[in-house]
């Protein structure tokens, strides 16, 4: 369950990494990106639940989403690559030093998806009310991102939040194309050791 959490994630930028490649193979097959396009949205139309996805082509900048990319949806363990941008983020600018076992537990959490070095994370850096991480996640792009409550004693929590799928977008642009390139470097080498998953980067890239 956990590495499926991630999952999402992992794919997305995977996808993200080899759209160049995907959009020149339609062009030499004589493909048509719209009417795949239309043939998945007729698809999830048919099926029940709420999927929303979007593509992005990172050579032109062209970006398609549907109609649910805006929905609210649990984001489960797809923040905890947002936790990683902002600590890295926050140690840019001086604002903390993360420790080597900081950065152990950093890479535990997006090679195996480990709450509980996520929630020492959390209650390490979170500061004293809890809210630190979220009031830095807008500016990485999960401006809809919304901490959810009743749940359990802490608030905000990690585990319990909603967002939406453009957010997650936006975070993973803003992580390949904003973050300090060798944490960005850092952060997509981690997410291609994504354990017991065939659907990350190196598994996309895998199946090219």
């Known amino acids: 369950m956990r590495v499926l959490r991630v999952a999402a994630v992992v794919l997305a930028l ?4 080899v759209a160049p490649q995907a959009i020149a193979d339609c062009a030499a097959t004589g493909c ?4 795949r396009i239309a043939a998945a949205d007729s698809y999830l139309a048919s099926r029940p639940g709420t999927v929303g996805y979007v593509l992005r082509d990172r050579a032109t900048g062209t970006r398609y989403a549907n109609r649910n990319a ?3 949806i649990w984001t489960a363990s797809t923040i905890k690559l947002a936790m990683v941008v902002d ?17 152990q537990l950093m ?3 997006l090679r195996n998806s480990d709450n509980e070095a996520t929630d020492a994370l959390w209650s390490r850096y979170g500061g004293p009310d809890h809210k630190a991480f979220n009031a830095g996640f807008p500016r990485y792009g999960m401006t809809d991102l919304r901490p959810q409550p009743g749940f359990g004693d ?8 909603k967002s939406t799928t453009n957010d997650l977008d936006r ?4 992580t390949l194309t904003q973050l300090n390139p060798p944490d960005a470097a850092a952060v997509v080498a981690e997410m ?7 659907s990350g980067v190196s598994g996309v890239q895998a199946r090219r």
């Open 107 to 109: 890479v535990n959490m």
């Open 192 to 198: 291609q050791r994504v354990s017991g998953n065939s």
């Open 14 to 17: 995977g996808l993200g990494m």
């Open 87 to 103: 600590l890295l983020t926050r140690e840019r600018a001086g604002a903390l030093r993360l420790s080597g076992n900081d950065r």
């Open 171 to 174: 975070l993973m642009n803003y």
């Open 154 to 161: 802490m608030f905000p929590y990690w585990g319990f939040q």
């Open 32 to 35: 048509d990106l719209r009417s």
């Open 70 to 72: 805006e929905a609210m």
